[in-house]
């Protein structure tokens, strides 16, 4: 029942604008004070111009009329049921469903329906309202529960519509989303959780998850994240077990407790290649299933020893050099053979350099031009075609006629000339060829800035091989600050991709000086070290191997679950790659789905997303760095027909107490739901309504301005007024 609480009518400048009237009223009156077609016309038309000039005037104050109105209306009380597939399940012979829609059609309801208002919803992974076909509509098909969610879209819609209590009617099997206890206590309103279901959980042990690195090398620690979920056997002594081809390689013994744990294994692979793992934890008595006791992970596995091969023309500062900084590497294995002065070496030298290891590097280093030649030469050459790596190191033999005659000039990344010796002997400094400053031989650091000023700090060096620039589609790194070739600055480092193989030339010597010179200045020698080491990285690197490996933790997910995506990044020369952006784009019914994952150092990178319907998923991983694209990679997992909803198959009252606690209200098993409910204070709501009347700005003033003047000129006209 409404009753007028208050009337207000505010005026625009109404002072002033109502003293105007007194003086269009005279106006008026003063046109037709003196009749000359009758007093009773006159009168009239004095009528109709008063009114227009009061309605103008009027309009002029913008006059705006506020109505209050109180009145009481009943409280109101949301009832949400829970939809999810965990409400399926059944406990001593009878479905949660069944029991939440037998509570829904009781009469405690129609009791409550006297004292306040009721709105009827269902919940799962979202909140709606409850069909028109209420209880009986509800499928219990939803593929996960989300609380918080349903709590907080519970206050939205409620706004402002007086909430005085909710009621929830759940399992508690909250598997997706943030914690309910803070909705709850951010909701406003009490919550009294009625709980359905078995709050006991069955017993059974099983394997959550398990995740491997996806790529390591031979040799180093391979780390194995195994996720572990039991019930009903805290306490109890297992052993998980990771094999490999039927062979045990690891195990460990598990103390099991009740809930989650994680156990993690580090394996170090002996061989390269696919490498596939079998994680078992043993039964234990009376499970309830062990078709969860199994997981399987796999992981690439890359040769690390890497063999290098050396050919020297003659001993030298800079082989020493280039031997000491390869010697450092553990994980290169370096062979060196030196041209002697006499004997039968030539012929020895040959036949090794015609069997080269396409698993290696082969670095010719100064070495004399009849070595290369011939069947030799051509072998080399097909080397490098077939996917050889080769250095090509010049100096007093080097890059000459004999080269050019050579079958391997055909893949070095410069064109050498036919001069017998292309030796020069003057100080320079080193220039970075502007195509060459972002290449990863260069890289020194991971600031572009900081590395190019290391680089022009360098010491000049005091001897080059002359040639004839660039070869087919090769690539300058350091050039010459001014000899030239075919019009551009002469390369001295240079590489080049050849078939399936690569090669680079370095047409520069006594580098052996750099780090000396830089060891006077207070420096050191990190450049030239970086930059050789750099280039065995770059030559070997496979380019079959992918930059970013990305991985699931389970081939199968339940629907509604959450799929964990481990990614491994790696830059130009396959070493760990940190602070990129790495992206994971996953297209299921709803449309494209992102997120992206967090950086965990080491070029490891974690994040999840929730999985979808039952179904087959393809996902796309993309990393950036600086604005620079790293690769992509791509996967697909399973999401089967078992449902998040089943992982945990008890009602957790511990969560149920714990929302209605932190809310105000409280937990009631089923059958005190009628004493819960007579209990809530549920008094008539004052409400006050107000409505607000607006006069300038609408038409029909306007119209009825209009509607008098032309009437009052109307008539002025038809009786010679004007």
Known sequence: MFHLSDLDLSLRDGLWLGLLAPVCLYLAWQVYRTPKQGFRLARWLLVIRSTAFLLLLALMMEPVLALTMQRERKPLVAVLVDDSESMRIE?????????????????????????????????????????????????????????????????????????????????????????????????????????VGNPEAPKDAAILSAVCDPMVYVGRPLSISVGLKSSGYAGASSLLVVEEEGRRVAEAPVTLTDGEQEVRFSLAPDRAGRRVYRIHLMAQPAERSVANNTAVVSSEVIENRMRVRIAAGSPSADLAYLRRVLDANENLQVELSVAGKTGDWPIRMRAGLADPDTSGLLILFDLPGEIISGR??????????SGGAMLVVGGRTGFNGAYARSPIARVLPVTCTQDANTYREAPFRLELARSGT???????????????????????????????????????????????????????????????GKVMAVAARTFWRLGLMMWGV???????????????????????????????????????????????????????????????????EGGVRQTILDDEGQGRYRGQLKAGAQGEYAFEVRALSGGVDLGRATGRFTVGRYSLEFEDMRMNRDLLESVGAQSGGAYAPPERLREVLNGLDLAPQAVAESHRARLWGKPWPLFVLIALLGVEWTARRMRGMI
Not at 376 to 385: D, K, S
Not at 533 to 547: F, I, M, P, T
Request: glycine content about 10%; proline content about 5%; some cysteine.
């Open 91 to 195: 406990d001593n012979g009878r479905k949660r469903g069944d029991l939440a829609i037998d509570l829904l059609k009781s009469d405690v309801f129609d009791a409550l329906e006297s004292r306040a208002r009721l709105a009827r919803y269902r919940f799962s992974e979202w909140l709606g309202p409850l069909p028109p076909g209420g209880a009986d509509s509800l499928r219990f098909d939803g593929r996960a529960t989300d609380l918080a969610a349903a709590l907080d879209l519970l206050g939205e819609e409620t706004a402002g519509e007086g909430l005085a209590a909710a009621v929830l009617i759940s399992d508690g099997a909250h598997n997706l989303g943030a914690r309910p206890e803070r909705a709850a206590l951010g909701l406003g309103a009490p919550v009294f959780a009625v709980g």
């Open 376 to 385: 030799t030469g051509r072998r080399l050459a097909e080397y490098v075609e």
């Open 438 to 500: 972002v290449h990863p031989i260069l890289r020194v650091s991971d600031d572009p800035l900081a590395d190019r000023q290391a680089w022009s700090d360098l010491p000049p060096l005091l001897a080059f091989n002359v040639n004839g620039g660039l070869q087919g589609a090769a690539q300058s790194l350091i050039c010459h600050p001014v000899e030239r070739a075919g019009g551009e600055k002469m390369p001295l480092v240079a590489v080049r991709r050849v078939g399936n």
């Open 522 to 588: 207070g420096g050191n020698d990190e450049v030239s070290r970086a930059f050789w080491a750099n280039s065995v990285q770059w030559l070997v690197k496979r380019e079959d191997v992918d930059r970013i490996r990305v991985e699931v933790d389970k081939p199968v997910y339940r629907s509604g679950a959450a799929v964990t995506f481990h990614a491994r990044v790696f830059n130009e020369l396959l070493q760990p790659k940190e602070g990129a952006r790495v992206a994971v784009s996953v297209v299921d």
